[in-house]
C-alpha cells in the first residue's frame, strides 16, 4: 500500500490566499499513524495538486484533510483522483464532522470522525472494503450510495501521542516548509464545557447551573444535550476536554523540524494555558475553563526544554503559541509567557463586546476579562491579537454598538491586531442549526464591525512604518518578481521586501517603509543581517 495525503486545510476552493504560510498538525498526525503501520507516505498541499491538475504516480491511497470551509477543494482533490484511480478515499479532518454531506459530494469511501488515530489504525488492520468497516468507530463509510455512520469513538488518551508520534520526515513534501508557520500540537480537546443559551439548541436551556457551578464529571454532560462549549465551536464536542503532550515528546518533534529546517515553530493548542492543567485534575476531565489555574510548572518546564535547542535559544528558530483563554490569563501567567515569549503575538477571544449576548453564546470569560488580559499580556511584553466574530446568533444593535466600542477599547490598550471572522455555521456545535452570518458587505450591523477591525488594523500598520523586523524569506511576490514575499520571524504581516538578492529560507532584518495593503507591508534589507 503506497498512500499520498492531500492537505487542504484552509485551501476553500482550492487556493490559499491569507494562509499560505501555515502548515496545520492534523496531516502530520495522519502520516504519523500510516508510518507506525510501516507504510511511507507523502503529503501533497491540495492547491499544488489542483495547480498541476495530476497525482504523481504509484499511490493507491488517497487520505484528504480538511475542514467543513475546504469543501470544494476536497470535492476537486477527489473528483481528480477518481478520473485515474481506482484506490480508496479516505476524508479526515473538521470536514469529517458532516460524512453525508461530504461523502455525498466527493464519493469517499470512508471518512473518520473526531480524534483520528485510532479509528485510522483499526481500518488499516482491518482492511479497507466497506464489508470490513462495519463496527470501527469514529468511521462513516458508504455502502452502495448511503452512508453509513457508526458510533464515534471515546475520547482517547494521552497514550495515543506516545503510541503515534506525528511525522516531522513529511515536513519537507511543504514547498515552503523554510519559512511557513508549523503547527506542532501540544494540547488536544477544550475546558469549555459551558453551554450556549441562545439559538435552537440554547434556547431549550434550564438554567440548572451544572454546566458552571457543577463538578468536573458532572459538566461533562448536558440533561438536555446541548454541546458543550461556545456556541460556534465544535471542538469539546469532537475533541473532548484537554489532554497535554508530554514534553519530551514536543521537544523531540520540534528538535527533529528544527533539523529539517523548519525556522517557525507554532506550540498549538485550542486553548494554550491548559497545557498541564488536566494533569492537575487527573483521572476526571478537564472541564472547568476556570479553576484550576494554569499548571505554571509544566508551561516552564515545556519552555525550558524546548529553549535547550541551540536554534531556538539562539533565535534562528521562533517559537509562537496563539490562543488563550482570558480566564486563565493570571499576572504569573502573563510574566511566564513574557519571559519566554517576548515580542510574540498571542490570541484573546472577545468574539463578542456585550457581557450578555459573551454570556448567551457560551464564552468561558467576560470582555472585561478580555480587557484585562490584553493589558496584562501588554505590560509582559507580548503582542496581544483580539478576536470577534460577527454575525453570531443574538447579533443585535446593542451587541453590535458594544464590540465596536471594545475593538476601539483593545486597541488603546495595545492589541497589536483585530481579527474578525463571519459567523459560520459548524456541524456538531450548539448553532449548527443556525443559518451563517451574512457578508459584512451584506448586513449594515456587521459591516459596522468589520470597518471598526479595519480602521484599527489600519492605524497599527501605518505605526509599524520604519520599525524593524526580522524575518525569513519565502519565494518571490507572483505579481512582481522584483519583490521577495518574506514572513515576521514572531508572525505578523506579510512582508515584501525590495532590493533583495538570496535564497528562500534566509534570516534577515527588514525596516518597513510602507503599507501595501490591509494584509501586507513593504520593507528593505536594513543593515544588520542573520
Known sequence: MKPLIVDALASGKGERIATRDVIGAGPRAVAGVLEAHGLTPRVLPAEELLKSRGYPEGYDLLLISGMTSDLRAIQRAAKLWSSHHEGPVILGGPAASEPERVMGRTGATAAVLGEGEATLSELLQTGLSPGRMRGIRGLA?????????????????RKVFERYPASTRVIGDYPLHHAARVYVEVVRGCSNYHRARVGPLGEQCTLCGGCTDGGLTERYDCPLGIPPGCGYCSVPSLYGPPRSKPGALVHREVEDLVRRGVHRVVLSAPGFLDY??????DPEPLTDPRSPEPNYEALESL????????????????????????????????????????????????????????RLVGRPDTPAECHGAVRRLRRAGLKPYVYFIHGLPGQTEETVERTVAAIGQ???????????????????????????????????????????????????????????????TAEPYDRDPRLTVAYPMKHGPVVLVENIQGSVGEVLEVTVTSIASDRMVKGRPADAMF
Open 141 to 157: 463509510y458508504d455502502v452502495d450510495g448511503e452512508t453509513i455512520v457508526n458510533p464515534l469513538r471515546p475520547v482517547q488518551g
Open 276 to 281: 498541564g492543567r488536566d494533569l492537575l485534575v
Open 303 to 358: 519552555f525550558d526544554s524546548l529553549y535547550s535547542i541551540g536554534e531556538v535559544s539562539n533565535g534562528g528558530v521562533s517559537l509562537m503559541i496563539e490562543n488563550i483563554k482570558a480566564s486563565l490569563v493570571t499576572e504569573r501567567a502573563a510574566a511566564i509567557l513574557g519571559r519566554y515569549l517576548e515580542g510574540t503575538p498571542v490570541s484573546i477571544g472577545f468574539e463578542t463586546g456585550c457581557d450578555d449576548h459573551s
Open 410 to 472: 483593545a486597541a488603546r490598550e495595545g492589541a497589536e491586531r483585530v481579527i474578525l471572522y463571519r459567523f459560520m455555521s459548524l456541524p456538531w456545535s450548539s448553532f449548527q442549526d443556525c443559518p451563517s452570518g451574512p457578508p459584512a458587505a451584506k448586513d449594515r450591523l456587521s459591516g459596522r464591525i468589520h470597518e471598526a477591525a479595519r480602521a484599527a488594523n489600519r492605524a497599527r500598520k501605518e505605526a509599524s512604518v520604519g520599525t524593524r523586523l526580522r524575518v525569513v
